[in-house]
Every structure is written in C-alpha cells, then in structure tokens.
C-alpha cells in the first residue's frame, strides 16, 4: 500500500525499516515527546514490523513510513488510539533529523489525511504538543489542525511540568 503526497508517500513497515526505528526511538531527544521511558531492542522492533500484518482495527494503531520521491526512508507516521465507533484518531510523526525543513512532514501529513478520510473514513485527526516545541505546531497549524485544549501540567519534562497542546482537524 502506497500513499502518494507531493513529494514523498507512505507506506507500511518492512524488515529493512529495523534500523531507522531503532534510531528514532532509542534518541533520547525524542523521548520527551514521545513519552518513551526504555530503550527498544532490534528485537521488540522486529516484533512491531511483523505485528504490523494485522489491520489498525485489532491493533488500534498503525505506523507507516515516509520515504520521499527518491525512495529514501525519511521518516514515520502513526495512526494512534484509533477510535473507530467515534471516527478519530491520533497523529504522531517524527522525520530523521537530516531531512528535517525540506516539507517532508507537512506532505505526509496531507497524504495521511487523505488515507484517513478516504479508506479508513475518518471524520477528525487529533494530536498533542507540548507546549514550547514550536515546530510541531507550526507544523499542524499548517496544514489546518487548530487548537481545541489545553491539557495542565500535562507532562513532567526537564523537572518542570509543560502543558500539552490539544490540536484537531475535521475531515471534510
């Protein structure tokens, strides 16, 4: 399955993706806005890929991986807490560091809409942000999430607690 954007598309997991996950999530950077409190092995990785096989309706969630035109792996998107008696679901993206600035997630973003509305027939997209990384949201503000809450003290970062940002998009 293949989701095109502009300048990348999406697809799902597959063994080779092993290194690039491991990379990401064992990225202490990232830890803190992905709530992840333990390495990942290669292992547990090459679990979640075969795990993948099942739909997002027994998981209730899915990864899929951005590669650009190119065919190169930029990055990865997920579907999370997939709700589907309500229609919505949550949004988490990371793109590796070195492609980072070229609207690389801003077209995946609009390509993960369209699967979203059009195959899995989702009526909202939902994320949260802690408050301060104003990357992610410029990013979903950009491509028209707007903010909806705002979750107090939501998260222990650094010995300081940070809100979380709610942001929603309806899909029309």
């Avoid at 739909?55 to 990865?76: H, S």
């Amino acid at each position: 399955m293949n989701i095109k954007g502009k300048i990348s598309h999406l697809r799902a997991l597959e063994p080779s993706d092993v290194e690039a996950l491991y990379r990401w999530e064992n990225d202490l950077t990232l830890w803190r806005v992905s709530g992840t409190l333990a390495p990942f092995s290669r292992h547990t990785l090459s679990q979640l890929i075969s795990e993948q096989q099942y739909d997002i309706y027994a998981t209730r969630q899915q990864r899929l991986i951005i590669e650009n035109n190119e065919g190169e792996v930029v990055g990865a998107v997920d579907l999370l807490e997939f709700d589907p008696q309500n229609l919505r679901a949550g949004v988490g993206i990371i793109v590796d560091e070195s492609y980072r600035l070229r609207g690389y997630a801003k077209d995946a973003l609009l390509a993960l809409e369209c699967y979203a509305k059009e195959i899995l027939h989702l009526h909202q997209l939902w994320c949260g942000v802690t408050e301060g990384n104003k990357a992610s949201e410029t990013l979903f503000r950009s491509v028209g999430y707007q903010l909806s809450g705002v979750r107090k003290e939501w998260t222990f970062v650094d010995g300081e607690w940070q809100d979380e940002l709610i942001f929603q998009k309806i899909l029309e």
